[in-house]
């Protein structure tokens, strides 16, 4: 997982400035004689892969009331990261401070040449301490972290997510400037699953 102090400090900066993822095989009744010829395997059925040709517009994934609620503030349009090969990488930022509390979430995609370069790529960005997420793609999974760096704590999740060659990475975390408590975890895990399953449906619609 990244490291959160660096990570957080070059996205609060101006904020700072500002406000400081057997079937059960049954058989039938035995036959009742060796006469009975015995029934033909069947091939395990195996699932299909999709493929996408290009990362969807990550601006367009979330929709506007979920971005008001999850980034009180925030521009709904989002702001989209310039970067070199936007064929293959495309990231959407949302960062606000409404009064004393600061929010950022942004969302990812990633498409590489095939299934089998985008499987290691997951298990190269493996989470510290990341949980299972089910019904998310091919395979998921969350973590959340809690930092303090001058008295000041931050919690932030990160969710990982692959379907066939392509995988959405979404980052979702807050302070309170004033407390200078972070929000529940409960409360950024849901908000990073939440935009999460926006972002794949949205990455869905392009296969």
Known sequence: MRSLPLLLAGRLLPVVVLATAGWALTSGPYA???AQPAAAPQPAATAKSVDYAKP???CGAIEAAVVKKLVPGAKPAGKEIELTDPDRRRTCSW??????????????YEVFDNQKAAEAAYKK???DNGQPLKDLGDTAALAVALTTKDKQQTREAVVLARSGNAL??????????E???A????SIQAGAEEAARAAMKELAAQA
């Open 168 to 177: 959405v990475t979404v980052t979702y975390n807050g302070c309170d400037f």
């Open 179 to 181: 407390s200078r408590k």
């Open 32 to 34: 009742p004689d060796d």
């Open 125 to 127: 960005r493996d989470l």
């Open 95 to 108: 960062s606000a401070l409404e009064k004393f509390d600061y929010r950022w979430l942004d969302v990812s």
């Open 183 to 186: 929000p529940s975890a409960s």
């Open 56 to 58: 969807p517009a990550p």
